[in-house]
Structures are given as structure tokens and as C-alpha cells.
């Protein structure tokens, strides 16, 4: 089974080559495909095998596609080779903004609470691929309320720090790609 790679949100930039070692190049094969998207997404010049994608691929949509292809005798239709199968991966790319999940937050604190004690935990997602690159890779920070306030980086943990003199706190978080840090 091959594996191949195509690009999150790239259309038609390159395509992909079947070739059988039948294939003498004098046109007298012909190439098949079914499958996952099939003539839908991707189609298949039968002459020459190459692929291409006719639709844009999202990979938060679909990551992987399972395909076969065949290639026949131009003129007795028969089979030379065994029906093959493949499967086309969509490589992520950063399209997708993180987001905080049950946003927006609220939390109370009692007055004069030592300082490190936790407000609340923030968790924010992002929908990129959390396993290739840093798609999906999330920093906490402060935008409003130091320094009264610090955050995780990593978690999103609020806690407190020294106590201000009087009046609420407004506190402010916001999450950035750690690519933009
Ligand atoms: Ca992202
Ligand atoms: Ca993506």
C-alpha cells in the first residue's frame, strides 16, 4: 500500500503520478481510480496517471483518503496488474486560530487570598494537527490585570499575585500560536 501526501488547503499546486511498469508509454493502458473521493476530489488522467485534486482538501476535515487504482489494457480492458491501494494523507498547515473553549470566564477570589492561589484554569484548542509542527501548540498569557495576575504559559492556570490596593480586577487572557511568540 503506498502512502502519499498532499497539502491542507492546496489546490491542484502539483499532482500525484501513478505509473506501472507495464506501461511502455505508447498509450496502451489506461489508468483507473475509486475510492474516497474518487472523480469527486481527486480524478485521474487515464493515460498518463496523474492525479490531481479538483476540490480544495481541509484536513480538519478529512485527514485521510483510501484510494485504488487499476490500470487495464487499452483494448482488451483486462487487468494487468493487480488492483493497487493507496492512501493519500492531507499535510496540515496553521489555518486554524486557537479558540478558548466556554469562554468567556468568570471567577471570584476572596479578599486578601495568599498570593499563588489559583483563580480558575483557562483551556483553549486549536483544531490543526497537534502532532506535526506547531500547529496546534498553544502559550497562555496576560493582556489585562498584571500584576495582579500571572498565567501558565503552558496550562493556562490563572493565580494571583500581590494584592491591590483597592477596586475590581479586570482580568484578560489571551492565547497566541507559539510560532507568533
Ligand atoms: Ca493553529
Ligand atoms: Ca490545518
Known sequence: MGFLSW??????LWFLQLHSDMDKGDGEVLYYLSGEGAMSIFT???QTGDIHAIKRLDREQQAYYTLRAQVRDQNTHLLLEPESQ???????????APRFLN??????IPERSPVGTSVMTVVATDADDPTYGNSARLVYS??????YFSVD???GKSIPGPEPESGPLM??????PSAML
Do not use: H, M
Not at 469562554?103 to 471570584?108: D, L
Not at 496576560?142 to 500584576?147: A, E, K, S
Not at 482580568?171 to 497566541?176: E, G, R
Open 171 to 176: 482580568l484578560v487572557l489571551k492565547i497566541l
Open 7 to 12: 497539502f491542507d488547503w492546496f489546490l491542484l
Open 103 to 108: 469562554g468567556p470566564y468568570t471567577a471570584r
Open 142 to 147: 496576560i493582556l489585562q490585570g498584571l500584576p
Open 153 to 155: 504559559p503552558n496550562s
Open 86 to 96: 493507496f492512501i493519500i494523507k492531507v499535510q496540515d498547515i496553521n489555518d486554524n
Open 44 to 46: 485521474i488522467d487515464e
